[in-house]
């Protein structure tokens, strides 16, 4: 198996947990939320969580026109953009000396790159000289050919240097952005993994995908190239100023008369294109969104004829988009052209005026010639500057989006003095008066308390909502109680590290997850090293060893990314596969063969009870005909359990789970029924 795809832990993950992480593949690709995780926004209507009654803060919103589509989120802007920038700087302190030799190397460049032009006017003078005399008549005159060849040599070596120099500072800086960006994300990762899972319940997962990988390369971006632009705008800047200062005062005050209508036009045109630009961004990301609602949806759009209102609502916000989009080009169209005919006016002023200078005397048509080159740099750095800061703006606004991640609080960490897990676990679990709410305000259960022999088949049941997931959710510690206790063989799950707890359960859930990888590597995803024997007879217990061997390649088969090359039931059978190759000592069962035929189910259940057999395991199951056998079946409702017992027992009290019970068969006969 491929490093990968390998499970990690760092205290919130564990190899044996063997899809605990459905929230996080589920926010990747844009499907549905892991059970374990609350959907914070995504397709469907999610009036409240899968179970607990705690929904997601996300869900669809009404969008643009009255359209139902994903939900937009607020443009971030910078709240403290010194304090941020001054925390970025911070990453960056550490490479200093590099930072010290690229700016080095930038004032080199720069300097050379300046100086070119006043060294190419001796030529131009000398050149002129030479003409100029010999169109005179004067004996003996010409071109000095040897002075000329002496500065075009010193030129060669200085534009070669020069570009040796940028190429250094390149080099250089992509080892700095690269450095400092990698350890962000190190950081990043880290911190992800000791985040609470409410943290992820609360959030887009696209949003937080977002933070993670866009926000990230805007900052590498900025610093591999913006930073150097920077620095060489300045320098560029002050010299040409000064070598303009060396040749004519006059000339350079000339100069500087354009800059208030260079910047008078960029306001101007800016002002007015920066609003099209924003609503074209919106409209984009509109159309983005209905794109891949249409598409995720594919099938349900076929099913209802919805073909023709699709393609006129997409039509409408592509309209929309194209007005906003050639506005929005053809106004920023315009801001080159105008400040090209400012530069131009301005040239042909330094034109007139160098021209009678040239015939005063007062001034060598080189030095025209440089000044001019040099008038037409001096605007460059200044226009790349000021686009340089909106860039430096949107870096530190990403910046300030990431450090909000790291500022996060994390969750309660692991004892220092954390409990071994016993060499020989019995799996006796207690919930003592357990007080618990996703929300402080809201309480979901009070006063819980359950008691799980070893080796008993623990079945929860109830309707939506009713809190049978948050059962899960608490022994795993995927949430921390607000009162009460959880143990395991009498010892407190808060006294385990995280990782161990969570070895000690072998999960099976209803909603699948795989990766892009062989089945092979799927199945051993809980269990790093699996022998082949040891994931074949994993897959004959759960009934996939055949549907594997009729695959053109068998166990090496290759799933694609959301595994779209197998079927649903056939998905579920390889987490059950997985689930039985860890062979932990208890089990979690979270409607396990929601997902396969009738015929399959049966043969499933069989393998699953044998996996069962000698182990404490919690089964979560809406099918109550699957549970009959459970040694105690605890009916939940509102987060309290209302009703416990064995199956026969329940039946005969004639209460809620009986309700239930036979509300699942035409008729109230259970014996008929089962």
């Known amino acids: ?224 190239e913006s930073l150097v632009q920077i620095m060489t705008a300045v320098v560029t800047l002050v010299g040409v100023l000064v070598m303009m200062l060396t040749i004519s005062p006059l000339l350079t005050l000339v100069t500087l008369i354009t800059l208030p209508l260079t910047a008078v036009g960029t306001w101007f045109v800016t002002r007015r294109s920066q609003g099209y630009f924003v609503g074209h961004r919106k409209v984009l990301g509109e159309l983005n969104g209905y794109v891949e609602e249409m598409y995720a949806g594919h099938k349900v759009v076929k099913a209802f004829g919805f073909e023709d209102s699709s393609i006129g609502q997409f039509n409408r916000i592509n309209e929309e988009l194209y007005e906003q989009g050639w506005k929005s080009q053809f106004m920023s169209g315009l801001l080159m052209p105008l400040i090209g005919l400012i530069n131009n006016v301005g040239y042909m002023i330094l034109a007139v005026a160098g021209g009678l200078m040239v015939l005063k005397r007062t001034i060598e048509i080189g030095d025209i010639q440089a000044f001019i080159t040099y008038s037409r740099r001096f605007t460059q750095p200044i226009r790349q500057t000021a686009s340089i800061a909106n860039v430096i703006q949107s870096t530190v606004a990403a910046a300030e989006r990431v450090f909000e991640i790291l500022d996060e609080e994390e969750e309660t960490p692991d004892p220092v003095d954390a409990v071994p897990v016993p060499d020989r676990l019995m799996g006796e679990v207690k919930f003592e008066n357990v007080r618990f709410g996703y929300e402080e305000d809201k309480v979901l259960m009070d006063d819980l308390s359950i008691h799980a022999k070893p080796g008993q088949t623990i079945a929860i049941v109830g309707p939506t909502g009713a809190g049978k997931t948050t059962l899960v959710n608490l022994l795993m510690r995927f949430y921390e109680i607000d009162g009460g206790k959880i143990s395991v063989d009498g010892i407190d799950i808060r006294d385990f590290k995280r990782g161990d707890l969570r070895r000690l359960f072998g999960m099976v859930l209803q909603d699948v997850w795989l990766f892009s990888g062989t089945i092979r590597d799927n199945i051993a995803y809980g269990r790093e090293n699996a022998a082949d024997e040891e994931i074949i007879k994993a897959a004959q217990a759960a009934r996939a060893d055949h549907f594997i061997r009729t695959l053109p390649d068998g166990y090496d088969t290759v799933l694609s990314e959301d595994a779209s090359n197998l079927s649903q039931g056939q998905k579920q059978l390889l987490t059950i596969a997985r689930g039985i190759l860890t062979n932990p000592p208890m089990m979690i069962l979270d409607e396990a063969t929601s997902n396969v035929d009738t015929r399959t189910e049966v043969l499933v259940q069989e393998a699953m009870e044998h996996l069962m057999k000698g182990r404490t395991s919690f089964v979560i199951a809406h099918r109550l005909s699957t549970i009959r056998h459970a040694d105690l079946i605890l009916v939940m409702d509102n987060g309290r359990i209302v009703e416990q017992g064995t199956h026969t027992e329940l039946l005969a009290r004639n209460g809620f789970y009986a309700e239930l019970y036979y509300s699942q068969f035409t008729g109230r006969n259970s014996e008929a029924a089962g």
């Open 1 to 224: 198996m491929s490093d990968r795809h390998k499970p990690q832990d760092a205290g919130t993950g564990d190899s044996r947990l063997t899809d605990s992480r459905d929230f996080a593949k589920s926010g990747a690709s844009g499907g549905r939320p892991g059970r374990f995780g609350r959907s914070a926004g995504s397709l469907g209507d999610r009036q409240g969580g899968s179970d607990g009654g705690h929904g997601g803060p996300g869900g669809r919103l009404e969008g643009p026109g009255g359209r139902r589509g994903r939900p937009q989120l607020p443009v971030h802007r910078v709240k403290n953009f010194r304090g941020t920038l001054a925390r970025l700087t911070e990453y960056i302190w550490p490479r200093r000396l590099d930072l010290i030799t690229v700016l080095v190397l930038s004032v080199l460049s720069a300097l050379f790159t300046i100086i070119s032009p006043k060294i190419m006017g001796k030529a131009t003078t000398k050149l002129f000289e030479g003409i100029m005399l010999r169109t005179q008549g004067v004996p003996g005159a010409g071109i000095d050919f040897a002075y000329i060849g002496r500065i075009l040599s010193i030129l060669s070596v200085l534009y070669v240097a020069g570009t040796v120099f940028n190429f250094l500072q390149g080099y250089i800086m992509a080892g700095i952005a690269q450095s400092t960006v990698y350890e962000m994300r190190r950081q990043i990762q880290a911190k992800l993994n000791r985040l609470p899972l409410k943290y992820f319940d609360g959030r887009p997962h696209g949003e937080i995908l977002s933070r993670v990988i866009n926000d990230v390369d805007s900052v590498s971006s900025t610093l591999q």
